[in-house]
C-alpha cells in the first residue's frame, strides 16, 4: 500500500500543479482570464470525463502499463506546459496532463483496493496520499515559478518519470501471482451506487467552494493579509490529510455507512461555526477544523463504491475518485455569482447549508455485506470462477 499511497501522491500533485501555475501564465505569458479559466477546464475535463470508460478497461483487462504510463503522462504534459508560449499547445499539453491523471486513478484504484483487502483504514493511506500530493503542489510549485519562472514547470517532470518506472517494476514482480488470480463476483448494487455518487458530488461542491473562497473570506471578509488567507487554505487542506486518515480508522470500527453519516452531519456546525467567529486569528483553527470533518467520509465513500459494484472496482474507482469529485466544479459560476452580489462569506453561508442535502441523501446508503478477502467480492457467498491472465 505505500507504493500505491505515493504514487497517488505523485499523481494529484499534478492537479495541484494547474491551479497553482494559471496565475503565472496571466502574469508571465500576459494570458487572458478567460484563457486561464480555459486551462484550468483543460485539466480538469481531462482528468473527469475519461476515468469512466478506463475504469471500464480497467475491469475487462489488466492493463498494468496504465496507471505508470498515466503518471508519467501527467508530470510530462504539466511539465512541459510552461515552456512554451503559446495557448493552444499549453491548452493541450494540460489536457494530455489530465488524461494521464484519468488513467492512473481506475487502475490504481483497483490494484490498491486488492492491497488493502477489506480494511477502510489501508484504504485512506491511499486516498490520502492524493490529498497530500495535491496539498503540498501549492507549496512547492509557487516558490519555483517566483524564482525562475515558466520554465521552472519542467523541473517537475523527473518525479513523475520515476514514479511511472517505479510502478511499472511493481506490477512486474506482482505479476506471477495475477497469474490464475480469481475473478471478481457479487452482486452489483447499482442504486447504492448511484445514491453514493450524488453524495460525491455534493461533498465535492462543499469541498471546490471552500478551496475555491476560504482565502478570499480571510481577505475580504475578516480583513487579512494574502498571506493569512493562504495560511486559512493551507489549514484547510492540511485537515483534509488527516480527516482522510481519521475517516478509513472510524469505519474500521464503527462501519462505513455510519462513518460517512455523521461526516455528513459534522460539516453543518463545523462550518457555521467558522462563518460565526470574526476574528482573523481564532478563526484559523475552525479553518483546519473544517477541512478535517469535510474529508472523514473521503475514503470511505471510495471504499464503500467498490463494495457496491463488487465486479467493477475500476470502473467504480473512476467515478468516486474523478467524475463525481471534478462534478463539484460544475457549480462554481453560480457561486460565483453569489460571490459578486454578496461576497465570498455569502458564498461560503450557501455552502454551510449544503450538508443537509448530503445527510439526507447518505440515508440512502446501506452497509454492503462482509467483504471476502479471497475474492474482493462483498457479497455474502462470492461466486469464484477461476481465470487465466489477462492483457
Not at 30 to 56: E, N, R
Amino acid at each position: 500500500m505505500r507504493i500505491w499511497a505515493s504514487a497517488h501522491a505523485v499523481d494529484d500533485f499534478y492537479q495541484g500543479l494547474v491551479p497553482a501555475a494559471v496565475p503565472y501564465f496571466v502574469l508571465q505569458r500576459d494570458f487572458s482570464y478567460v484563457q486561464a479559466s480555459g486551462l484550468a477546464l483543460a485539466a480538469t475535463l481531462g482528468s473527469a470525463l475519461p476515468q469512466v470508460p478506463i475504469g471500464l478497461l480497467a475491469d475487462r483487462f489488466r492493463l498494468r502499463w496504465m496507471s505508470p504510463l498515466g503518471v508519467g503522462l501527467a508530470g510530462i504534459g504539466a511539465g512541459l506546459s510552461g515552456l512554451t508560449p503559446s495557448y493552444p499547445l499549453v491548452f493541450a499539453l494540460l489536457l494530455t496532463a489530465g488524461v494521464g491523471v484519468a488513467m492512473f486513478h481506475p487502475p490504481a484504484g483497483r490494484d490498491a483496493r486488492r492491497a488493502a483487502g477489506g480494511s477502510a483504514t489501508a484504504m485512506s493511506y491511499f486516498a490520502a496520499g492524493g490529498s497530500v500530493g495535491f496539498f503540498i503542489a501549492p507549496a512547492l510549485v509557487t516558490p519555483a515559478l517566483d524564482t525562475l519562472g515558466m520554465s521552472a514547470t519542467a523541473l517537475f517532470i523527473p518525479p513523475a518519470v520515476l514514479m511511472g518506472f517505479v510502478l511499472f517494476r511493481h506490477h512486474n514482480r506482482t505479476s506471477a501471482t495475477a497469474v490464475g488470480a480469481v475473478r471478481r463476483q457479487g452482486r452489483d448494487l447499482p442504486g447504492r451506487f448511484a445514491a453514493l455518487t450524488a453524495v460525491e458530488i455534493v461533498r465535492s461542491t462543499i469541498s471546490t467552494g471552500l478551496n475555491t473562497f476560504i482565502s478570499l473570506y480571510w481577505i475580504r471578509h475578516l480583513g487579512a493579509s494574502s498571506g493569512l488567507g493562504g495560511l486559512a487554505l493551507t489549514l484547510e487542506l492540511g485537515g483534509g490529510v488527516a480527516g482522510t486518515l481519521l475517516g478509513g480508522r472510524l469505519a474500521d470500527r464503527i462501519g462505513m455507512v455510519r462513518t460517512v453519516q455523521i461526516g455528513n452531519a459534522a460539516m453543518l456546525p463545523a462550518l457555521w461555526l467558522m462563518l460565526i467567529c470574526d476574528d482573523e486569528y481564532a478563526a484559523l483553527p475552525l479553518a483546519l477544523l473544517v477541512g478535517l470533518i469535510s474529508n472523514i467520509p473521503f475514503a470511505v465513500l471510495i471504499k464503500l463504491g467498490q463494495d457496491y459494484l463488487p465486479s467493477r472496482p475500476g470502473t467504480a474507482a473512476g467515478v468516486t475518485l474523478g467524475l463525481a469529485v471534478s462534478a463539484g466544479g460544475l457549480s462554481m459560476p453560480l457561486l460565483g455569482l453569489i460571490a459578486t452580489h454578496y461576497g465570498p462569506r455569502g458564498a461560503l453561508a450557501v455552502l454551510a447549508t449544503v450538508p443537509v442535502l448530503a445527510m439526507l441523501l447518505s440515508a440512502f446508503l446501506r452497509e454492503p455485506g462482509q467483504y471476502d478477502t479471497q475474492t474482493g467480492s462483498c457479497s455474502a457467498s462470492p461466486t469464484m470462477m477461476p481465470s487465466g491472465p489477462r492483457t
